[in-house]
């Protein structure tokens, strides 16, 4: 039988080919840690704008197409607060939860990016209605 | 009583790079590459919108041949507003740079360990000038506000 330290998951055994991360990568997973939590508030803060400018202009059933990036933040939200947890109590499957809520997080990406070429096209449509009717 | 650690138990304490976390780091890299690509499109095509856009402009509203003034109509706005278009689209361009060797570099991460060390730090680099472009975001976005509010 195989000891594993007291405070430590019991369901985390390392294999005799696997390495410990070390402090470099250490080091560099704080810095994504610290900031991820940023640039989540910062997807918060943009759908906040985003809410506000359809709300005054009246198209707040535009707002629908701007779900995902309310997920897009937590998601973000979540990878860091995980990650920056593991890295507290040095805890293996919550590192690994980390990794997984990024994953989660790039699938919303693609998913906002999405809407977002799809906004983008539209915002050529209306460049074009502008520039052949003058101003 | 005094508890003695065994040396190898003591070895476990700490974070690992285990085949299961590599594997998701890959999974991520598979994801993140186009991710970067289409942010990469986008950009481009929102840069291209606003060149056309300015370049009508121009040609609609061409400047007279007397002195440049500053605080004359809105050579003020327009100037500002250019520079901080700039600045969001270098942020931005940074941002996507960074992400998409991050994620290329970690793609090929399994048997090279620079290259998952130098992916690693690029993600937090691209982190970090996502946020910034964020913050010239915001400081464009106030910026417009205020020009409205000042010229209404």
């Known amino acids: ?135 | 009583m005094e508890h003695e650690i065994p040396e190898h138990v003591v070895e476990i304490k700490g974070l690992w790079l285990t085949d299961h976390l590599l594997s998701q780091f890959r999974k991520c890299a598979r994801l993140g590459r186009p991710l970067m690509a289409l942010c990469l499109l986008l950009g481009v095509s929102t840069l291209l919108n606003s060149l056309y856009y300015l370049i009508w402009y121009w040609s609609q509203n061409s400047l007279p041949a007397t002195k440049f003034y500053l605080l004359e109509g809105d050579n003020l706005y327009r100037l500002l507003s250019l520079a901080i278009n700039i600045g969001l689209f270098y942020a931005c361009a940074r941002g996507i740079f960074e992400g998409y060797k991050a994620w290329r570099l970690l793609r090929f991460s399994e048997t090279d360990d620079d290259a998952l060390l130098e992916g690693t730090e690029r993600l937090g680099k691209m982190f970090r000038w996502l946020v910034i472009w964020a913050g010239v975001f915001g400081a464009r976005i106030l910026f417009v506000w205020l020009s409205r509010q000042l010229m209404s």
């Open chain 1, 1 to 135: 039988m195989i000891n594993t330290p007291l405070d430590a998951p019991t369901d985390f055994i390392p294999s005799a080919e696997e390495r410990p991360a070390g402090q470099w990568m250490e080091g560099y997973w704080v810095k994504i840690a610290y900031w991820a939590k940023y640039f989540s508030f910062a997807i918060w803060a943009y759908f906040g704008w985003l809410t506000y400018s359809h709300f005054t202009a009246r198209t707040a059933i535009m707002l629908v197409f701007y779900i995902p990036t309310v997920y897009l933040g937590y998601s973000c939200f979540q990878f860091s607060s995980i990650l920056n947890r593991a890295l507290a109590r040095r805890d293996q499957l919550l590192l690994q939860e980390a990794f997984l809520k990024l994953h989660s997080f790039l699938i919303l990406g693609l998913v906002t990016i999405a809407f977002g070429l799809i906004s983008s096209l539209n915002d050529w449509s209306i460049t074009f209605i502008l520039t052949s009717h003058g101003h």
